[in-house]
């Protein structure tokens, strides 16, 4: 019994070289936005300027302290970090297509609804105009019809 299914060729197939590398450049942008590098952080050190800082700033400069601190205790090795920055970098990705299609849609909904009354308007303007036409039409030919019987009239009389 005879295979169904075509042979397949062990060449490969030709390529278009402008196609290949406009692949190449889509993975290689694609892949610069998902990277994921875990690098290991350094312990924290408060700022040499504590001192001079105002309370505002020690504060805060504590603040950031606390949360490196508690940082390097929970992922030294950077990989909390790295997940974070490719979780935004996703978020990112898909928030900015979704926020230009949110406003072409708020740019466009009120041109649409102009659209639609300028196209009212025609309609209209058009439906106006065959009445006009038929009542010219009409008195036309109630005209053709009153001159014809009055020479009607005149032939017999």
Not at 69 to 90: D, I, K, Q, T
């Amino acid at each position: 019994m005879t295979d169904p299914r075509p042979e397949r060729s062990l060449t490969p197939r030709a390529v278009d070289p402008g196609i290949e590398s406009a692949r190449r450049r889509a993975r290689g942008l694609l892949g610069e936005v998902v990277r994921y590098e875990p690098r290991p952080l350094e312990p924290p050190r408060v700022d040499e300027d504590f001192d001079r800082m105002t309370r505002a700033g020690r504060t805060l400069e504590a603040l950031r302290y606390g949360l490196s601190l508690l940082e390097h205790a929970a992922a030294s090795s950077g990989w909390l970090r790295a997940w974070l920055v490719l979780w935004l970098r996703l978020a990112w990705l898909t928030a900015v297509p979704a926020a230009a299609a949110g406003l072409i849609v708020l740019l466009l909904t009120p041109m649409a609804a102009g659209l639609a009354e300028l196209a009212a308007s025609a309609e209209q303007a058009a439906a106006s105009t065959f009445h006009a036409l038929a009542w010219l039409a009409g008195c036309g030919a109630l005209g053709a019809v009153v001159i014809h019987v009055i020479r009607s009239l005149m032939d017999r009389g």
